[in-house]
């Protein structure tokens, strides 16, 4: 009895561990990965220029905030080089780092880079900063993780002479933006639950009257209606949670997460809480089955090569009808 104890719990211990490699450390196509860095790297450029407009008034030394506010032992090139030149130089670099990602060159060093240049900012002035810009940092390492130039980038182009193809790399990066997800609602469920406004169902109401936060005046029989505000915040509660933790099931992965797209575009195209909706848009393409993704590529590879195909074929054709001419002139 024993010794069939021993071994069925030997048996269930060896089981586990194997799934657990299998969850983590499995070999699967770096499409997923590819596209995760183009959205990425796509947003970062976005993130960048929405920078520009105030960059020394927000982060200069005669700005508002003239010296980092952060503690003495966080670190940020802003702490080392801290003059208006070094901050436009930054901001420069994060450019172009965010340009060489969306495009896959040298992908792990702008990567690098880019997270870097993301915590630099963050810290030189976080009083500017909101959610979103934090997801973008945690998006930024976890991409600079990863091998995200497996996939869709010009170094898989130098490698293999494609752009499009992609290379088998373990699973273990995407699985921890999955993961990233589920954190996010749930930890945003649980947080939301110990709020007053959540719990009598007003939460919603009350961040539609923020006038200076809003992009038009909501109707007031959606604000000023006690039924509709309770529908309205229980049912993103139900949502967010649903989300966190139904998306690690096959049949309702694709309901929660269209859940998740219907209700971060009401708010991206209502409020004005920066990028947040898109980021957590860049998170989703982590639970993109490998399957989709590599027949995505692969259909964009086609229209490239058509694409190419008639470009190359207009210029053959003008060159043809070019010697022809030359030797029509010769001739006469």
Not at 32 to 37: E, N, V
Not at 210 to 233: A, C, E, G, H, M
Not at 247 to 267: D, E, F, K, Q, T
Not at 288 to 299: F, H, V
Request: glycine share 6%; charged share 15%.
């Amino acid at each position: 009895m024993t010794a069939d104890l021993w071994s069925r719990l030997r048996q269930t211990g060896g089981d586990s561990a194997r799934a657990w490699r299998r969850f983590w450390f499995s070999y699967d196509s770096a499409y997923p990965l590819g596209f995760i860095r183009i959205a990425f790297g796509v947003l970062m450029m976005v993130w960048t220029v929405s920078l520009y407009p105030g960059l020394h008034d927000r982060f200069g030394t005669d700005g508002v905030v003239p010296r980092p506010p952060t503690a003495d032992f966080t670190w940020s090139v802003f702490r080392v080089f801290p003059d208006d030149d070094a901050v436009f130089a930054g901001w420069v670099l994060l450019l172009v780092a965010s340009i060489a990602l969306t495009v896959g060159w040298h992908s792990r060093l702008a990567a690098v880079l880019v997270f870097v240049m993301v915590v630099s900012f963050e810290r030189r002035n976080p009083f500017v900063m909101n959610a979103g810009d934090v997801l973008l940092r945690v998006e930024a390492l976890f991409i600079a993780l990863a091998a995200s130039g497996a996939a869709l980038s010009l170094d898989q182009r130098r490698r293999t002479g494609s752009f499009w193809t992609a290379e088998q790399r373990r699973i273990w990066p995407v699985r921890l933006m999955q993961i990233q997800v589920s954190v996010i609602y749930v930890s945003t469920v649980v947080a939301k639950l110990h709020g007053e406004t959540w719990q009598d169902g007003t939460a919603v109401s009350y961040s539609l009257r923020q006038n200076d936060l809003l992009f038009f005046t909501t109707p007031r029989w959606i604000t000023d209606n006690l039924l509709v505000s309770n529908v309205l915040s229980w049912s993103t509660l139900l949502i967010e949670l649903s989300i966190g933790l139904l998306v690690w099931n096959r049949r309702c992965r694709p309901w929660v997460l269209a859940a998740g797209v219907v209700l971060h575009l009401s708010i991206f195209v209502s409020m004005s809480i920066g990028l947040f909706s898109l980021a957590m848009f860049v998170l989703y393409l982590a639970f993109l089955p490998s399957g989709r993704a590599e027949a995505l590529g692969n259909r964009l590879a086609q229209r490239s090569a058509a694409r190419c195909g008639r470009h190359s074929g207009r210029h053959s054709r003008q060159r043809s009808a070019d010697m022809t001419r030359d030797l029509a002139r010769s001739g006469g």
